[in-house]
T-cell receptor, first 118, second 110 residues
Framework: DVKVTQSSRYLVKRTGEKVFLECVQD?????MFWYRQDPGLGLRLIYF???????EKGDIPEGYSVSREKKERFSLILESASTNQTSMYLC?????????????????FGPGTRLTVT | RKEVEQDPGPFNVPEGATVAFNCTYS??????FFWYRQDCRKEPKLLMS???SGNEDGRFTAQLNRASQYISLLIRDSKLSDSATYLC???????????FGAGTTVTVRA
């Protein structure tokens, strides 16, 4: 069974703090993703990575950065947290298309981190 | 315009009823379509892929209409455990990224 874990379920930080959200997957997946989920807006892609040290911006990268030093770990960094970054953050991973066949785009999600910035 | 749009609901139905809802997508080049299920305060999980000819998985039936750019999900004989938010998900060919709708909430009551 694929397992994606996230470092915290709930996090409260102050405005201006640097925040690290960690995600680990145990299935040797190439691709990893960070989303935020807000009511009425659905999941929005922040960044994704298709290999170690590789990253690409998603739809809403402003205010965030990422790090992928090991295949199993993908970190999301909020350099200076702001109140508009209060949200649910979801990490996901998936096999590359060539290996995954018709179910290639099934993304496996971690349990999420609910971040509150005060 | 959002890439994927869904009626947020909620759809409140009694046990045993049939409930159906659609989602529309804006990019005609979209190639892969999925329904994900998200329980309250949980992560999304794949419910089913949607194939061009339509497909069933037990009590769930998914349909794709490329001409009108919408997909649908029908749930027959609803169970209390079907209460969840259903996310419509669309993917372009050879693209890692998925586009998610905001979700349709279904509540099944006893």
């Amino acid at each position: 069974d694929v397992k994606v874990t996230q470092s915290s379920r709930y996090l409260v930080k102050r405005t201006g703090e640097k925040v690290f959200l960690e995600c680990v997957q145990d299935m040797d997946h190439e691709n990893m993703f960070w989303y935020r989920q807000d009511p009425g807006l659905g999941l929005r892609l922040i960044y994704f990575s298709y290999d170690v040290k590789m990253k690409e911006k998603g739809d809403i990268p402003e205010g965030y950065s990422v790090s992928r030093e090991k295949k199993e770990r993908f970190s999301l960094i909020l350099e200076s947290a702001s109140t508009n970054q209060t949200s649910m953050y979801l990490c996901a991973s998936t096999l590359p298309r060539a290996l995954a066949g018709v179910r290639g785009y099934e993304q496996y999600f971690g349990p999420g981190t609910r971040l509150t910035v005060t | 315009r959002k890439e994927v749009e869904q009626d947020p609901g909620p759809f409140n139905v009694p046990e045993g009823a049939t409930v159906a809802f659609n989602c529309t997508y804006s990019n005609s080049a979209s190639q892969s379509f999925f329904w994900y299920r998200q329980d309250c305060r949980k992560e999304p999980k794949l419910l089913m892929s949607v194939y061009s000819s339509g497909n069933e998985d037990g009590r769930f039936t998914a349909q794709l209409n490329r001409a009108s750019q919408y997909i649908s999900l029908l749930i027959r004989d609803s169970k209390l455990s079907d209460s969840a938010t259903y996310l419509c998900v669309v993917n372009l060919f050879n693209d890692y990224k998925l586009s998610f709708g905001a979700g349709t909430t279904v509540t099944v009551r006893a």
